[in-house]
């Protein structure tokens, strides 16, 4: 099932969970009940929040922000991060909400990379958000803390996995670019190699 529909099937399928446990718990009062009623408003409001966060991301990065700033630059620490935690193996496993905003046949590299930058300002402001279940202690209780923080830590490690596999995306295509700009440089700087290509552009894929 595409990520998408499974998202809205998930959201539908919450909200008559939640009634159902709500009419059943007011019938029965039971304890047990209570609890996993909690439980699934945690989870719808985990995927609501979500919803409305990408959207307030998508209005943030309507242009693309500068790449060179400490939150989208690239750190030192990061490939080796990335080898360590094996993302290479698993990145393909995980969901897409839209796949077509990174298909190489229908985009250019420059507007997947803004697909990617929007996709990692939305997961960054999901594992803000997803914290912010944590108030409804004032709502229930302080005594369902463990529920809200669980459910939060869970929520925020699977975004930041995304924000992950978008920056390793992301560095992997600047490095295309940029292996591309000095194959040009080195080739209009250099008259032997233009001699050599005899005087063709040079338009193959430089990566072989």
């Given at each position: 099932m595409p990520a998408k529909k499974l998202f809205y099937s998930s959201i539908i399928i919450l909200f008559l969970l939640c009634g159902l446990f709500f009419y059943t718990y007011n019938h029965t009062e039971s304890t047990f009940l209570y609890?996993?009623?909690?439980?699934?408003?945690?989870?719808?409001?985990?995927?609501?929040?979500?919803?409305f966060l990408g959207g307030?991301?998508?209005?943030?990065?309507?242009?693309l922000p500068n790449l060179?700033?400490?939150?989208?630059?690239?750190?030192?620490?990061?490939?080796?991060?990335y080898k360590k935690i094996k993302l290479k193996k698993w990145k393909h496993k995980q969901l897409t909400f839209d796949?077509?905003?990174?298909?190489?046949?229908?985009?250019?590299?420059?507007?997947?990379k803004h697909s990617m930058v929007k996709s990692e300002v939305v997961h960054i402001l999901c594992i803000i958000g997803s914290f912010s279940s944590i108030f409804f202690c004032y709502i229930t209780g302080w005594n369902h803390l463990c529920i809200f923080l669980i459910t939060a830590l869970?929520?925020?490690?699977?975004?930041?996995?995304?924000?992950f596999t978008?920056?390793?995306?992301?560095?992997?295509?600047?490095?295309?670019?940029?292996?591309?700009?000095?194959v040009a440089w080195s080739y209009w700087t250099h008259p032997h190699m233009q001699a050599s290509a005899g005087g063709s552009t040079v338009t193959g894929d430089t990566t072989a």
């Open positions: 609890y996993v009623l909690i439980s699934f408003v945690t989870f719808l409001y985990h995927l609501l929040i979500r919803f307030i991301g998508n209005l943030l990065t309507i242009k060179n700033s400490f939150l989208f630059k690239k750190h030192s620490w990061e490939d080796s991060f796949p077509s905003a990174f298909d190489f046949n229908i985009h250019s590299l420059q507007e997947i869970f929520a925020s490690l699977f975004d930041l996995s995304l924000v978008q920056r390793y995306n992301r560095f992997r295509i600047e490095r295309y670019e940029l292996m591309k700009e000095n």
